[in-house]
């Protein structure tokens, strides 16, 4: 098989298991996230716990931003992504995320169809 084609099927299978993963284990991310989540603090952890969430972000912002390109939910997927990762200015980054896409109506949706209140967002005011 030549190099091309096989790339092309690599992507492709990718692009496919992305799409499905990001379409079971978002839903339920979303549901399980705690309706203060985007006002609360970021609780302290383990160092190996870090590490391990950093990882697995890692690789949800890299899916998410090949799914930008890709079929998949891309914005949603590097939200979930973010929201494993710890980093200094977390909280802030997501919040403008939020702000500046339609991902919050999509996240309450998602949460209203399970019966789960709206997430809360700090006011804009200061």
């Not at 799409?19 to 383990?46: C, H, Q, T, W």
């Not at 799914?67 to 977390?90: D, H, N, W």
């Amino acid at each position: 098989m030549p190099f091309e084609m096989s790339w092309l099927l690599t992507l492709s299978v990718f692009s496919i298991v992305a799409f499905v993963g990001s379409l079971l284990a978002l839903p339920y991310l979303v549901i399980k996230m705690p309706r203060d989540y985007f006002v609360r603090p970021e609780p302290k952890r383990p160092f190996w716990l870090r590490l391990a969430r950093n990882l697995v972000a890692a690789v949800l912002v890299a899916a998410g931003v090949a799914m930008l390109f890709l079929p998949g939910q891309g914005v949603l997927t590097i939200l979930a992504g973010l929201g494993f990762a710890s980093f200094p200015g977390k909280r802030e980054l997501e919040r403008k995320l939020l702000d500046k896409s339609r991902a919050l109506p999509a996240l309450n949706a998602i949460r209203r169809r399970a019966g789960q209140p709206p997430l809360e967002l700090p006011s804009s005011s200061s």
